[in-house]
T-cell receptor, first 110, second 116 residues
Framework: EDQVTQSPEALRLQEGESSSLNCSYT??????LFWYRQDPGKGPEFLFT???AGEEKEKERLKATLTKKESFLHITAPKPEDSATYLC???????????FGAGTTVTVRA | GAVVSQHPSRVICKSGTSVKIECRSL??????MFWYRQFPKQSLMLMAT?????????EQGVEKDKFLINHASLTLSTLTVTSAHPEDSSFYIC????????????FGSGTRLTVV
């Protein structure tokens, strides 16, 4: 069974204070690792898909990296509008289902 | 980009009644759609997977007779909560997968169901 563990559960940052979120995973065969952003009361918004160890992707202040066991989401010089819950999910090779972690809630103070 | 429209966004119903939630992919064909349930401050729990024209596959512990899923076309899936009870109150979210993974799975905006 695929498993995804995210840490920390919550992260409070000062505006401009860079930090990283961790996503540890176990899957028999990785089809893709997905990062999403979710705002309160809304559905998740897609950020990145990573496919293999060593891969990196960037979007504005966010950068996602992947190893064989974990993924990191780096937030560089965050702004208050980066406050959200960030979800990590893995998809295996057996089917198209995604297994989600519990998320990291990021709060950025001005 | 890909858009999934989910309606209604909020619904309040009386205990014992049924509620239907719609999920439409607006600008792409969704080969597979997924239905999730999310409790406050918790992650998404997959309820079922549906493919167009075939019966939905339910996750273990999800009552298929209570949560009826219909995927009649490549752009529409519906979830009907039958004989709803207060414990069914939750945030329900659909997602749709198009042709590949590069753009992720597109999620609807969610439906807040309250059963009174």
């Amino acid at each position: 069974e695929d498993q995804v563990t995210q840490s920390p559960e919550a992260l409070r940052l000062q505006e401009g204070e860079s930090s990283s979120l961790n996503c540890s995973y176990t899957v028999s065969g990785l089809r893709g690792l997905f990062w999403y952003r979710q705002d309160p009361g809304k559905g998740p918004e897609f950020l990145f898909t990573l496919y293999s160890a060593g891969e990196e992707k960037e979007k504005e202040r966010l950068k996602a990296t992947l190893t064989k066991k974990e993924s990191f989401l780096h937030i560089t010089a965050p702004k208050p509008e980066d406050s959200a819950t960030y979800l990590c999910a893995v998809g295996g090779l057996d089917d198209y289902k995604l297994s989600f972690g519990a998320g990291t809630t990021v709060t950025v103070r001005a | 980009g890909a858009v999934v429209s989910q309606h209604p966004s909020r619904v309040i119903c009386k205990s014992g009644t049924s509620v239907k939630i719609e999920c439409r992919s607006l600008d792409f064909q969704a080969t597979t759609m997924f239905w999730y349930r999310q409790f406050p401050k918790q992650s998404l729990m997959l309820m079922a997977t549906s493919n167009e024209g075939s019966k939905a596959t339910y996750e273990q512990g999800v009552e298929k007779d209570k949560f009826l899923i219909n995927h009649a076309s490549l752009t529409l899936s519906t979830l009907t909560v039958t004989s709803a009870h207060p414990e069914d109150s939750s945030f329900y979210i659909c997602s749709a997968r198009g042709a590949g993974d590069e753009h992720g799975y597109t999620f609807g905006s969610g439906t807040r169901l309250t059963v009174v």
